[in-house]
């Protein structure tokens, strides 16, 4: 039986039937291949997959059965927008609502706050946007100037279920086109730190913006009268400077009483990204460093590329296991 294919540099749009069929396969490769829109559901058998998307497509996607594998990734062009379990990107006008409203987002007016396309990223159980503006949200009460912040989780009768962190960065006026920071999050009272490498790229330059996340954080992560810091420890382009920075906190409950979401609700809503497997609250064990407690969140991990040797010595693929 076939366990080996290679279809580099075919004209192929997408997976053939013929090879989603293969029941025994274990590594394929589809690089090269220039008009490759997507790649959905693969046989479930596979262990290895080597492809890439190229440069023109954006949108090019990964899709998975729920029974896959554990696979390693090998990619040699572009990424695309999504490869399930890794990461995923959309065009904020295509997010649903409940599930912004589950965020703690529905209070922005995306459409009107910018004439640029405003996109989400998804990673790690982490939601991010970066979109053109200059101050904050004005629900985000928790403030300090510069790029750090430190706080106490305040006590509430309702379960917390995430946290919003936000700054105001103003780029290089040549390089307002991409951001890329690391966003270090340690709960000091539990001695559990979460750095995420986080790269946002959007179509025009702008001279400053507001950089906007959710972080699905549990009970395990974080309770009333936890004492957290978060700061930015790197920022490019180089020369950005970061203004501001806020937090705020998402209960089963919003602030103003309304809208009140119960936890078959918030499943029913963010089921899908929690079932992802390698997020917080999951299974974090391929991207934990050297330091008790602590974890570098970089999806260019999956594919063994190790330019964060401050935090982990990792030098080779990790296996994605895609849901939990």
Not at 289 to 315: R, S
Request: charged residues 25%.
């Amino acid at each position: 039986m076939l366990k080996e294919l290679n279809l580099d540099g075919n004209s192929i749009i997408s997976l053939p039937n013929c090879v989603r069929s293969l029941p025994r396969l274990e590594i394929l490769s589809i690089n090269d291949c220039d008009k490759l829109k997507t790649l959905e559901h693969p046989p479930r058998t596979l262990k290895e997959l080597i492809f890439g998307f190229s440069d023109d497509n954006k949108e090019g996607k990964v899709v998975f059965d729920r029974e896959m594998s554990p696979i390693m990734f090998s990619v040699g062009e572009g990424w695309g927008s999504f490869i399930e379990g890794m990461f995923k990107v959309e065009d904020m006008e295509d997010v649903e609502e409940k599930v912004l409203r589950s965020l703690g987002w529905s209070r922005l007016d995306f459409i009107q706050l910018t004439k640029s396309k405003v996109q989400m990223q998804y990673e790690f159980g982490i939601f991010s946007t970066y979109y053109d503006g200059n101050e904050i949200p004005n629900w985000i009460s928790d403030r300090r100037e510069g790029s750090s912040i430190s706080f106490t989780i305040p006590s509430s009768s309702n379960d917390l279920r995430g946290l919003n962190f936000c700054f105001v960065s103003m780029p290089p006026e040549s390089h307002g086109t991409y951001l890329w920071v690391d966003i270090k999050i340690s709960n000091i009272t539990k001695n559990r730190t979460w750095i995420y490498a986080c790269s946002l790229v959007f179509e025009s330059a702008i001279a400053s913006g507001i950089y906007l996340s959710h972080w699905m954080f549990g009970k395990n992560e974080m309770e009333d009268g936890d004492q957290l810091t978060i700061s930015i420890i790197k920022n490019h382009p180089v020369g950005s400077i970061i203004t501001e920075c806020g937090v705020s906190f998402v209960y089963n409950e919003d602030d103003d009483g309304k809208n009140k979401m119960d936890d078959d609700d918030e499943e029913e809503v963010l089921g899908y990204y929690k079932s992802w497997n390698h997020i917080i609250g999951g299974d974090l064990s391929a991207f934990r460093t050297t330091t008790p407690g602590e974890y570098f969140l970089n999806k260019l991990y999956f594919l063994g590329y190790n330019y964060g040797t401050d935090y982990v010595g990792m030098c080779y693929p990790c296996l994605l296991n895609i849901f939990r």
